[in-house]
């Protein structure tokens, strides 16, 4: 029986991978979770799972928990410390679901209690990509990939040597304007950036989808995943999502993972690797049904945030810190409906043109430039 902590149990990656659990009682326990506003999924969640630890993510939140009467007995807490204590409580295994750069702290905290990690949580790598690859090397603990990509990639080097990569290839759906060109994304509203045609995803990560962020995350995410540097990875529109992601080698063959677009296959195998387990409840993917696949190269003009993650990659440092700082406060002033959809690039664009990187930044350095560029988007916000 593989304990398991869930950080961000009722977001979109939390709810899929506690229907895995859910499919294989015998194999996975719920032991602790956290969770952010969403207290009624929460008591649900807890009624169901009946996890010993749990973190809410504010005092209000924590407050309305504690308000009602549960069946068993467990301990509750609130803020970073307790979110820190969700992670390792009992646990021998974190799935970190959390949206945000919140979910750094947590998951170095797991590492040096030499419990593994599955990173659904792309900031984590985002802003301090070299600091997290340090510590695993350090504690001997492995880091799994979650996102469908990443999974698709890892599969694909399943027993290959790592001098035989020539490049890898990232595919991505291209949002919820994927069709539009960029002079029509003026005045495009919040609910229709929410309608993503392919994937069933949180609003943040639908917006990221969206303008592409998204993937120029998971670009810099393959970097250190896989130790692979940015001109040797490439961003593939692929509207279908059938193909998760590519790997070329050096005599030119490609290996391609594919799988219907759901994320409790790519979330089950980071839990059971390198097992796999049976998953009724997913459709088998029968190509003849496809009927048709399409790529398309992903054009860096009309997805700016794209362009903005490869150069913060390939300058390192902070700079990456600055981009996902930047694009957490853009994309909340967006669903909030302060700023336009364009003006998320314009927003990001600012701060990383007056940043200077800090070339190999601490913990510390990272934390004071995440909190100095959400102050400064937040001044031009006012």
């Known amino acids: 029986m593989k304990k398991i902590s869930i950080l961000g149990a009722t977001g979109s990656i939390g709810i899929q991978t506690l229907d895995v659990l859910r499919c294989h009682p015998d194999q996975f326990q719920l032991v602790s979770m956290s969770f952010g506003s969403n207290v009624e999924q929460a008591v649900k969640i807890i009624n169901e799972f009946k996890p010993e630890y749990v973190a809410a993510g504010s005092k209000e939140a924590y407050d309305i928990l504690s308000s009602n009467v ?27 679901a959390l949206v945000g750069s919140v ?21 984590t790598l985002v802003t301090a990509g070299h600091i997290v690859k340090e510590h695993a090397k350090r504690y001997n603990v492995p880091l799994l990939p979650v996102d469908s990509e990443h999974s698709a990639i890892f599969q694909c080097l399943h027993g290959e040597q790592p001098k035989t990569i020539e490049r890898l290839i ?18 495009v ?35 250190w995943l896989f130790d692979i540097p940015y001109d040797k990875i490439e961003v593939l529109l692929h509207k279908e999502s059938i193909i998760h992601s590519m790997v070329e080698f050096k005599d030119r063959s490609i290996l391609a993972q ?25 459709k088998s993917l029968n190509l003849w049904e496809v009927g048709q696949l399409n790529f398309k190269k992903a054009d860096e003009k009309r997805y700016r945030c794209l362009q903005f993650a490869f150069e913060s990659g390939k300058i390192g440092g902070t700079m990456p810190t600055v981009l996902n700082a930047a694009n957490e406060m853009a994309v909340e002033a967006f669903l909030n409906g302060r700023i336009s959809f364009l003006q998320i690039e314009e927003l990001i664009e600012s701060s990383l043109n007056r940043h200077q990187a800090i070339a190999r930044p601490n913990l510390q350095d990272i934390q004071e430039v995440d909190k100095e560029t959400r102050a400064f988007v937040q001044s031009l916000l006012a």
């Open 70 to 96: 549960f069946s068993h007995s467990f301990s509750v807490g609130y803020g970073e410390e307790a979110l820190a204590e969700a992670a390792v409580y009992k646990a021998d295994f974190l799935v970190n």
């Open 258 to 282: 594919l799988g219907s677009p759901d994320m409790r296959v790519p979330i089950q195998y980071a839990l059971t690797y390198p097992d796999r387990l049976s998953l009724p409840s997913v």
């Open 103 to 123: 979910g750094l702290v947590p998951t170095l905290k797991a590492i040096e209690e030499k419990i593994p990690v599955a990173l659904a949580n792309k900031e």
């Open 170 to 187: 990232i595919t991505a759906s291209g949002g919820s304007f994927r069709e539009k060109k960029r002079e029509e994304l003026e005045g």
């Open 189 to 223: 509203t919040v609910k229709e950036a929410l309608n993503h045609p392919n994937w069933s995803m949180g609003a943040k990560i639908t917006i990221d989808s969206a303008t592409m962020m998204n993937k120029g995350f998971e670009v810099i995410e393959a970097h």
